[in-house]
């Protein structure tokens, strides 16, 4: 189970903060991932973390913008998003799965997602 908050509507320019809570996923997964999806796209793997090591993964279109990290003693994992432009707009889904992030594919657990608005 995966539950994701934080989502809302900012302006351009603007930040937000995406919580993942994966209460069922203790430790975390092997590899913890943000992906989004607007209307009439196909869903993107927008961020990814390792959780032994922390190696990180990120999307060329929101690299240097957005960092995701995680809190393995509360079982989250974040998306902190920055400098947000009308393009970032989309549901966002917290997923995970038990294998490397090399690959942006192979996601077994997905939750409900949240919504980014930006004007």
């Known amino acids: 189970q995966l539950v994701e908050s934080g989502g809302g509507s900012v302006e351009a320019g603007g930040s937000l903060r995406l919580s993942c809570a994966a209460p069922?996923?203790?430790?975390?997964?092997?590899?913890m991932a943000w992906f989004r999806q607007a209307p009439g796209e196909e869903r993107e793997g927008v961020a990814a973390?390792?959780?032994?090591?922390?190696?990180?993964y990120y999307a060329d279109s929101v690299k240097g913008r957005f960092t995701i990290s995680q809190d393995n003693a509360k079982n989250m994992v974040y998306l902190q998003m920055n400098g947000l432009t009308p393009d970032d707009a989309a549901m966002y889904y917290c997923?995970?799965?038990?294998?490397?992030?090399?690959?942006?594919?192979?996601?077994?657990?997905w939750g409900q997602g949240t919504q980014v608005t930006v004007s």
């Open positions: 997923a995970a799965k038990a294998r490397s992030c090399s690959q942006w594919n192979g996601y077994n657990y």
């Open positions: 069922g996923h203790s430790p975390l997964s092997t590899c």
């Open positions: 973390i390792m959780i032994v090591g922390a190696t990180t």
